[in-house]
């Protein structure tokens, strides 16, 4: 390999225009280190300006020495490190999240919020990239992750190379076809000292034993190019998607009408027929994106539209959220608002399991709730089977840190609107409720994706097994 092999790399995916102001993660370790060094060597040829954002969660002892250093090497290359501290704890343990995603979230707001003060001090936004330094390994065991776990064919398209944040910022991955083995070497040739995170070789954890054990096994007993077979399978599936995506757009110009009269947006059956379903359920799941309900569109909601597309049955309905009603007109299919009624959504379903907590790594893109399994049991004994999900009851209640609260009262703090309380759904074992599911209705962003949570149950250190409820599969 030729020193300047990623260098060239970069360069090639013009995913770097020039004159752009690069916003670039620097956790320190081999891969932002090498992506951070490599954009500063092309900065004076592209007429980029580097601005290096580091995020200390203080998770590890470690933490800060490693953000020192971070600081060191940025003073070396002469730029002006943007450095931050946010613990991810608070955020966990509110949401219900591992702190893995809690820092990813906070990481890519803290981009977006660089990006806004940039954007404020009048550099245009379109001039403004965010770059991570994913790399060809991470897309190989995203994939494999993925497949393992469950997924459609956009999950098993694997990470995109380019992305828009949610303020509207580019995310790009220059690293994205670079392998592992390439950045270490870039590492040893320029004598760059990397923070290396010792919790990667903790097989503890499912995605670190992907890496450490599967994907080698695979390479010695069943393919050695396992990593270049994969990432190839994420190309091809990017691909498809994608053209399924455009083709689905066009046919969904031609088929859909809206009624602003009628609040109301109307399916021509008759023409939508005549695509294969592969096309008719993006059809469907562009529609729920414009009713605002993409993050609703599970498997299980998107399958059941689909059925009444093909149903014989002239007036079936679906509810969703938001008082949206789905429902057949003969060869129509009707999306109307029902604002004086919210029903709930009763294609949910909920699997609650218990896990040894080694094992212990949900999938992050599908809303889950996750518990100490033995304190529950201590309290609820054997009793795990009884754990229901549906709408609030008299006298149901969510333990806080400090006591407990009113579901009624937590509504009202959380302004859900009336006609829509009876329509949130909750697991709960009697009156205690351990999740309330994630719903548009909440006035908080996180709530809507997240839902709220029982912290009586709160995994720690000591947790020896979990107890995980998750919902149905999101395609």
């Known amino acids: 390999m030729k020193r300047d092999h990623i260098i060239e790399t970069i360069i090639d995916s013009e995913l770097i225009a020039p004159g752009s102001v690069v916003i670039t993660g620097v956790s320190g370790g081999p891969d932002s280190l090498c992506l951070l060094h490599a954009l500063v060597s092309i900065a004076d040829m592209l007429d980029l300006v580097i601005v290096p954002v580091h995020v200390n969660h203080k998770l590890r002892p470690e933490a800060d020495a490693e953000a020192d250093h971070i600081a060191e090497i940025c003073d070396r290359m002469d730029l002006d490190l943007e450095m931050f501290e946010a ?5 966990a343990d509110e949401a219900g999240i591992s702190t893995e995603e809690a820092g990813r979230i906070i990481r890519y707001e803290i981009f977006d919020d660089v990006a806004q003060s940039i954007e404020d001090d009048g550099v245009p936004g379109d001039r403004i990239l965010i770059a991570v330094a994913h790399n060809a390994d991470d897309q190989a065991e995203t994939v494999l992750f993925r497949l393992l776990r469950g997924t459609g064919p956009h999950g098993l398209a694997g990470i995109p190379a380019v992305r828009m944040s949610e ?29 290396i995170d010792a919790s990667n070789s903790d097989n503890r954890y499912a995605r670190n034993r992907i890496r450490n054990e599967l994907i080698p096994y695979l390479e ?12 190839r399978f994420a190309r091809l599936a990017y691909m498809d998607d994608l053209l399924l995506r455009e083709l689905a757009m066009s046919e969904y110009g031609d088929s859909i009408s809206f009624d602003d009269e009628k609040d109301r947006a109307v399916l021509d059956l008759a023409a939508a027929k005549e695509n294969p379903p592969s096309i008719n359920s993006r059809i469907v799941r562009m529609m729920l994106e ?3 309900l993409e993050s609703n569109a599970t498997y299980e909601i998107v399958n059941s539209i689909m059925d009444l597309m093909y149903s014989d049955h002239p007036s079936a309905g679906v509810d969703l959220p938001l008082g949206i009603r789905v429902y057949r007109e003969y060869d129509k299919l009707v999306f109307s608002g029902e604002d004086e009624i919210i029903r ?12 040894p907590s080694r094992e212990f790594e949900p999938d992050e893109e599908r809303p889950y709730a996750a518990f100490d399994f033995d304190k529950f049991n201590a309290e609820h004994p054997g009793r795990i089977g009884e754990i229901v999900l549906r709408t609030r009851r008299e006298g149901d209640y969510l333990p806080m840190k400090n006591g407990s609260k009113k579901i009624q009262d937590l509504l009202v703090d959380a302004k859900v609107s009336r006609n829509a309380r009876d329509s949130m759904l909750m697991a709960a074992i009697g009156s205690e409720v351990l999740w309330m599911l994630p719903d548009p209705h909440f006035s908080k962003e996180r709530e809507k994706e997240k839902g709220r949570f ?7 250190d000591t947790t020896e097994r979990v107890l995980l409820i998750e919902l149905g599969e999101s395609m």
Do not use: F, T
């Open 87 to 91: 613990s991810c704890a608070e955020l």
């Open 167 to 195: 303020m509207g910022y580019m995310i790009v991955r220059p690293l994205l076809s670079v392998e592992r083995k390439d950045i270490e070497e870039y590492i040893r040739e320029n004598r760059l000292r990397p923070n």
């Open 220 to 231: 010695k007993n069943y393919s050695p190019k396992i990593r270049e077979h994969l990432r």
């Open 290 to 292: 414009v009713l605002g």
């Open 344 to 355: 709930p959504d009763e294609s949910v379903e909920i699997w609650p399991q218990v896990i």
């Open 454 to 460: 029982s912290q009586k149950y709160q995994i720690s």
